[in-house]
């Protein structure tokens, strides 16, 4: 499974220049060093940026950018999470895009609970991880929550893994139908059932 290093995880702060108030991003690469430093990998295995102690919700966009590129660049072989410091599901997502867009490097994204309701708060989970671009790990494995959902509904064991051990991929619909097939059948009825009603299908 793709998962982070287990170990003391370093939670950075956001250094500010005294009298200007900038972002001090000298200060900043100090402090990863100084984690980089602490007995490698194997004890400190990454750090947070722009979380808890990092004064996300306080900077601009382009302050958040600029404290994530230095980080990312310094890290050396430290992995490194970012902080999105919103709860709104909108501007999480919006920020998610914009950091993958504008750093490459970050490992994870630290998000804020959205919602108590676990299905809102799956929905909106889901909204920032595809607004991030970075694909599900195909050896991912499935939560467990849900095995035991499918295995009370079904009777029948779920699979453990995003793919069950197989090479994702589909077959375009247009590119050849077994017409033994339940599921091109269906696919089938439903073109001729819904399509015409739209203009789709001739």
Same mark, same amino acid.
């Given at each position: 499974?793709? &998962? !982070?290093?287990?170990? %003391?995880?370093? %939670?950075?702060?956001?250094?500010?220049?005294?009298?200007?108030?900038?972002?001090?991003?000298?200060? !900043?690469?100090?402090?990863?060093?100084?984690?980089?430093?602490?007995?490698?990998?194997? &004890?400190?295995?990454? &750090?947070?940026? +722009?979380?808890?102690?990092?004064?996300?919700?306080? +900077?601009?966009?382009?302050?958040?950018? $600029?404290?994530?590129?230095?980080? &990312?660049?310094?890290?050396?072989?430290?992995?490194? %999470?970012?902080?999105?410091?919103?709860?709104?599901?909108? !501007?999480?997502?919006?920020?998610?895009?914009? *950091?993958?867009?504008?750093?490459?490097?970050?490992?994870? +994204? *630290?998000?804020?609970?959205?919602?108590?309701? @676990?299905?809102?708060?799956?929905?909106?989970?889901?909204?920032?991880?595809?607004?991030?671009?970075?694909?599900?790990?195909?050896? @991912?494995?499935?939560?467990?929550?849900?095995?035991?959902?499918?295995?009370? $509904?079904?009777?029948?064991?779920?699979?453990? !893994?995003?793919?069950?051990?197989?090479?994702?991929?589909?077959? $375009?619909?247009?590119?050849?139908?077994?017409?033994?097939?339940?599921?091109?059948?269906?696919?089938?009825? @439903?073109?001729?059932? %819904?399509?015409?009603?739209?203009?789709?299908?001739?």
């Amino acid at each position: 499974m793709n &998962v !982070l290093r287990p170990g %003391v995880w370093g %939670v950075l702060p956001t250094p500010f220049e005294a009298t200007t108030l900038d972002v001090d991003a000298a200060s !900043l690469t100090k402090v990863v060093n100084a984690y980089r430093q602490l007995g490698g990998r194997d &004890v400190v295995p990454g &750090v947070v940026a +722009l979380g808890v102690f990092g004064e996300a919700a306080r +900077l601009s966009a382009d302050e958040r950018e $600029r404290v994530l590129a230095t980080v &990312v660049s310094t890290a050396g072989d430290l992995e490194v %999470v970012a902080g999105i410091p919103f709860a709104a599901p909108d !501007l999480a997502r919006d920020e998610a895009a914009r *950091l993958a867009g504008a750093v490459r490097g970050v490992r994870a +994204l *630290l998000v804020q609970v959205s919602s108590a309701d @676990t299905a809102i708060l799956v929905r909106d989970l889901t909204r920032v991880h595809e607004a991030s671009g970075r694909p599900v790990d195909p050896a @991912t494995a499935t939560p467990q929550s849900w095995r035991d959902y499918v295995a009370r $509904r079904t009777g029948r064991g779920a699979p453990e !893994l995003m793919t069950e051990g197989e090479a994702p991929g589909y077959l $375009r619909y247009d590119s050849g139908t077994d017409p033994a097939d339940p599921v091109d059948q269906a696919i089938g009825a @439903t073109r001729r059932a %819904v399509f015409p009603e739209h203009g789709l299908y001739p």
